[in-house]
């Protein structure tokens, strides 16, 4: 393999000197572009298109064909794990994923196995070596996964949730079995995650979308502690190259601390944060990435530059900063925007690394 | 007026010392209450049962019937004070409040106007005076509203949202408009909770439902500028009594200070943040409120016991606690789980109050 001819996110992941600021969108390959729907049309659904490596390749270099991104993210779910483990993952129209078995008995909970990545998600595995040679070298590919408490909220309620009734009446009636349960998403992530590296995947995140949910106890008993283990039993290398990772819990602001404390490489932030504080707070230890609110995006281009502007500033000199947004890019944005936002990132954060 | 015969709530509002912790519950009149639905189903509607003061004052004794709490809620709606300025307030099956009229035109921004809550929320200020007299000072009265900014969400999104992304479109693309909205409304809702107070709530609460959802400069510009306002505007004594007011942002829990740094007696915590760390971090200024997860009350009794014991060995010694959730209380709560509740706080908070 030659070298990467941009590696300024894999830099900034580990706080080494780059030129500029590295930006990314979190569901940057999404239906804001017209050529993902067309390509998702074809494929059929939003599933087949995860499961189609030919098309996933496509759609993740989509959005690097019309931005000066930093960065691809394989073009997958956060809930192929549980799909694996056979709890049946599908997508009703409007409502988001759902589990056609989801874990309402002792038994099937007792039964959970961590698949082998390599035959049960043979697909993603071929989608990331692929996208790799797409790629070619032109900028890093990200690898990714749910976390396990995140996988668990979907695996027992069977889908999205207002409230989070059972899981939590787990959580708080028979916590053992909500241990179980994360216990086996913890070793099927880290394997998971694992495969992607031996794969091809440059870096890895992980996304705890729903540990913001929990009280302070619970999100370090149910949702970090299981997310540390991950990490601690993350390949940091592969094939001569650092492989840092992220983790970002959602509405996990005022956590900070104990999220880097996990020896993650770097910590994904929210829209509600201030990434000045958050760089105070724990910016010594790791990097940071995010973290503009996609509702800016919105906004006509010179408003979404002065939050840009607000953001850098706020974050200041010096490397370990990944641009963000703070949570996935919305359906409804004009592209015509988010080049705005990738032209201002790389062009007012020249002098914060001179 | 005699004097009340349980000041507690009153007392830990001001952080002075009181015999235990006393505890109340958000949403405590309400659908978890067979006998509320009755009433309900009697006025025919939610916001029926508002604007009826006889219904109104009933429902909000029931739970006081029930457990033995230390302060009773006005029973109302957050948003009254849009229905009051002509936006027609509506609850739609299972959707939450809607907006008949809802703020779509600038010329109805401009037109916006502070209703006269002596004579467009009469019907609230009966409700406390027939409530204050049927309590005969068995335990305090709140009074309450709804923040600016989340009375401006619904009256731009004309009803409950997942993303916002009207109101952000005008926060980031016509901020001069939102905060047009956002001063007339903090006008009123001062209005409002100062009539409240005259008409005998012993205390005032505002709820910043969706304050959590901005990013941490669009709050502090957006939300707690005109939370500030409001706090500065409130009486803090009437009929030769001090009345404290609580400020709760849902979701703020990374804002404490500068919540606390508004003037008001008493922050409200959600059941995310550690009320340990909140007290170091604020409680030598303001009384602090919270915040037990609303799910633990489907979990058996001793487990609501281990959780409530928790959270008073977290604040620790000393007055200036009022024990609550962190959220109001959910629709299928068993009731006899709130008794356990109420039994744990007050005899389990003895001991912190030697």
Chains 1, 2 share one sequence.
């Not at 179980?180 to 495969?195: E, K, S």
């Not at 490489?265 to 958050?278: F, H, Q």
């Amino acid at each position: 393999m030659t070298a990467l001819k941009n590696d300024t996110f894999l830099r900034a992941l580990q706080r080494q000197p780059t030129a500029y600021t590295p930006v990314w969108l979190m569901r940057q390959a999404g239906r804001y572009l017209p050529e993902y729907n067309q390509t998702r049309a074809r494929a059929g659904d939003f599933l087949s298109l995860c499961k189609n490596p030919d098309l996933a390749t496509e759609v993740t270099l989509q959005p690097l064909a019309r931005f000066p991104l930093d960065a691809a993210i394989l073009f997958s779910d956060i809930l192929t794990v549980p799909d694996a483990m056979g709890l049946g993952l599908y997508f009703s129209q409007g409502e988001g994923p759902k589990f056609e078995r989801p874990l309402r008995e002792e038994w099937a909970i007792r039964d959970l196995a961590v698949p082998d990545p390599e035959t049960h998600l043979r697909y993603v595995m071929d989608a990331v070596s692929q996208i790799r040679r797409a790629l070619d070298n032109q900028v890093p590919l990200i690898g990714f996964s749910g976390s396990p408490f995140t996988l668990a909220c979907y695996m027992i309620e069977g889908g999205s949730s207002q409230d989070f009734a059972q899981v939590k009446a787990m959580l708080y009636q028979r916590p053992e079995l909500l241990h179980h349960i994360l216990d086996v998403n913890a070793r099927a992530v880290t394997a998971y995650l694992n495969a992607q590296i031996e794969s091809g995947a440059q870096a890895v995140m992980i996304f705890d979308t729903w540990g913001g949910v929990l009280s302070h106890a619970a999100y370090h008993e149910f949702s970090l502690r299981y997310i540390e283990r991950i990490v601690a039993g993350l390949k940091r290398e592969h094939a001569g190259a650092a492989v840092p990772n992220i983790v970002f819990t959602k509405g996990g602001g005022h956590w900070l601390e104990s999220i880097a404390a996990t020896g993650c490489d770097a910590v994904g932030l929210d829209w509600t944060v201030d990434i000045g504080l958050a760089r105070e707070r724990v910016g010594a230890k790791v990097a940071l990435q995010g973290n503009l609110d996609p509702a800016v995006l919105f906004a006509a281009p010179e408003v979404i530059r002065t939050e840009v502007a607000r953001i850098l500033e706020r974050f200041g000199p010096g490397s370990g900063h990944v641009f963000n947004l703070g949570h996935g890019i919305a359906q409804h944005t004009p592209p015509d925007h988010v080049s705005a936002l990738v032209e201002a990132v790389h062009q007012l954060s020249g002098k914060y690394h001179a």
